[in-house]
């Protein structure tokens, strides 16, 4: 299937979410991942409509550069080696990644202007997944006020790769709670609006939850191609 036909179906999906919970259609952003398809199979996204796109390895998102360069808006979801930020910085408009201090001063120095990060929250506390536990994430937005090219836009996090329902929307919930605990501190480089949450499998439920930002790839634009 076309990228187009998928992403009307994944916008009906949205429709709907939003629908049960009176959001607004167009509060949501739709992140094509093309982490693993060809730049041809992006380029497709971008004809479709969709704006946004998403890498996690700064090699990928480089080899697609150099032919879409700046005609998407290009978001880093993967973790970022700090020897690295050098390659993407003047490329990316978001980090969905930022997990640590040493990473945050990198950005920091290597910016020409502000990025909007995301912290990465590992809510489901699962050793596989990066990002920091719930209880660190206020003292460690608090640590960046003296970096200035550093927003913290908003939170991210990866849900448990289940079909529980419970389990994903307690994941959701908890995030969003967090993001209202760093807004109300009123710090001047964190508003914290977004909420990167929900990928193929669970997008509709993060949008349920209150995600801002969706993480889409196999369902929008394939493993491969």
Request: glycine residues 8%; aromatic residues 4%; contains cysteine.
């Given at each position: 299937m076309r990228v187009a036909a998928k992403y009307e179906l994944i916008r009906q999906q949205i429709h709907e979410a939003c629908e049960k919970t009176g959001r607004k259609p167009d509060e949501v952003t739709v992140i094509a991942v093309t982490k693993?398809?060809?730049?041809?199979?992006?380029?497709?996204?971008?004809?479709?409509?969709?704006?946004?796109?998403?890498?996690?390895?700064?090699?990928?998102?480089?080899?697609?550069?150099?032919?879409l360069q700046d005609k998407p808006i290009w978001h880093f979801i993967g973790t970022l080696q700090t020897r690295k930020v050098k390659n993407i910085i003047d490329k990316v408009e978001y980090i969905h990644?930022?997990?640590?201090?040493?990473?945050?001063?990198?950005?920091?120095?290597?910016?020409?202007?502000?990025?909007?990060?995301?912290?990465?929250?590992?809510?489901?506390?699962?050793?596989?997944?990066?990002?920091?536990?719930?209880?660190?994430?206020?003292?460690?937005?608090?640590?960046?006020?003296s970096l200035e090219n550093i927003i913290v836009a908003g939170l991210m996090t990866m849900a448990p790769f289940t079909d529980d329902e419970e389990v994903l929307r307690d994941c959701f919930q908890k995030l969003r709670e967090l993001r209202t605990q760093v807004q109300?501190?009123?710090?001047?480089?964190?508003?914290?609006?977004?909420?990167?949450?929900?990928?193929?499998?669970?997008?509709?439920?993060?949008?349920?939850?209150?995600?801002?930002?969706?993480?889409?790839?196999?369902?929008?634009?394939?493993?491969a191609g």
């Open positions: 693993y398809v060809s730049t041809q199979r992006a380029q497709e996204a971008l004809d479709a409509g969709i704006q946004h796109l998403g890498e996690n390895r700064d090699e990928g998102m480089l080899e697609k550069w150099e032919v990644s930022l997990d640590r201090l040493s990473l945050a001063q990198e950005i920091n120095k290597r910016a020409n202007s502000k990025v909007k990060c995301l912290v990465q929250v590992n809510v489901a506390e699962e050793d596989s997944k990066h990002g920091l536990a719930v209880e660190e994430v206020i003292d460690f937005i608090k640590s960046l006020g109300s501190f009123h710090l001047d480089y964190a508003p914290c609006s977004e909420l990167s949450m929900g990928m193929s499998n669970d997008f509709a439920i993060a949008i349920e939850e209150g995600a801002t930002m969706v993480r889409i790839g196999t369902a929008l634009v394939g493993e």
